[in-house]
């Protein structure tokens, strides 16, 4: 049986790059299936209220699924350096403690999920005519979110050690299954947002499932070996260094999107439903960059872990290029397309001109998406997570909220709200480009340069 796992300490860059970064960008195509088949289902067959309900709950529950994904992006590190150190003892103790503590994350967010959703409807001052659906969406979604949980650990687990076609092909049969029960819910049995609340829950649930059957069958290190799940000190403490950083910047930085609905939710309903299909359009073209920044991630770690760290910045300069070509394609696409895509979302015509304000306005500062994702997924692969945390915290919360707040004050209106997000990206990319090339990656790069030159 062939292997499906892929050491990326040698061999062609661009080939490993590729085969890793494609399936990823499947697998996050139709990951963004999930909530975009919800807001399409919703929006033509129910109504924009219901859209909006849909679309607005994106922060609250980015909040909380973004915490525990930071510690599996923390995991994932741990494992995959220990992969490529070849690490077999090290390797199986780091998986079983990330098995122990996604069960006790998820018994966590279950609960804090539940008790957050009124008060954080509330504060993002959510609609009268929106504020029920959103409830019901929110307290079926927590109900349900270990299943999401499961799924980031099982595929964490698998691409650290260079597997991305498993968990891609268990989420398009995943995402095939979510769109099939909305249509059933929603247009066999009339049950509007809650049915595609249940829908998104039980297909996340079955991915889970898959996942958790396929490492149990794993035969190699990685697997999972049910006896032996336990909390191991020392992988705990690697993984809870590296990704409780990337948990609070997550978070935080989902929470303060919060802030940002809550400035969206003043102009209506229309511009809620807008705005949430745009977000939409928007995660599908940044794609590309998402799985090539994680593609980084899992290289860099390997081959820092195999002490090769010239391969290791070569593969950042690949993985930088790659993102560059990619996103500004997709993003002249999106623009140029802007009214068909917001036409196939909303048959609504205030609900589609709000949703192309906010592409004509954003896509032109795609390009610097790249810089942030490919130099922050570096830094993490190196084990520095501490200093990209801090700074898209600085850049995505503190600098985000100041320039919301002054806008607001000076009396400015939607361009200067939608222009929240293009502000942060080039100041985050500024500061993570100067830490990067100050690390311990670059320096030591260029000491073994230096070593073979003369």
Known sequence: MARLDLDMTEGNIWKHMLRFAVPMAIGLLFQQLYNTVDT??????????????????????????????????GASVVISQRYGAHDREGLGKAVHTTVALTFIVSLIATALGRLIIEPMLRFMQTPDDVMPESGTYLSIYFAGISGVLFYNLGSGILRAVGDSRRPLVFLIISALLNTALDLLFVLAFGMGVDGVAYATVLSQAFSALLILITLTKEKGDYGIRWRKVRIDRKSLSMILKLGLPSS?????????????????????????????????IDAFALI??????????????????????????EGVRTATLMSLISTAVLGLLVFVLARPLMG?????????????????????FYIAVCFNQIYAGALRGVGDATMPTVIMLASFVVFRQIYLAVTKALGAGFIAVALAYPVGWILCSTLLLIRYSRSELVRRSRKTEQIFTE
């Open 40 to 73: 399409l289902v919703v929006g033509q067959f129910v109504g924009h209220q219901a859209q909006a309900a849909v679309g607005s709950t994106g922060p609250i529950i980015n909040t909380v699924v973004g915490f525990c994904a930071g510690l599996a992006t």
């Open 344 to 364: 196939f979302f909303s048959p609504e015509e205030e609900v589609v001109e709000y949703g192309i304000r906010f592409i004509r306005i954003v896509t032109p």
């Open 248 to 280: 609070i910047q997550a978070a935080v930085t989902s929470f303060s999107n919060v802030f940002v609905q809550s400035y969206i939710n003043a102009f209506g309903s229309a511009c809620m439903a807008g705005y949430g299909v745009y977000g939409k």
């Open 288 to 313: 590309p960059v998402q799985s090539i920044s994680m593609s980084s991630t899992t290289f860099v770690g390997q081959n820092w872990g195999a002490d090769q760290p010239g391969r290791a910045r």
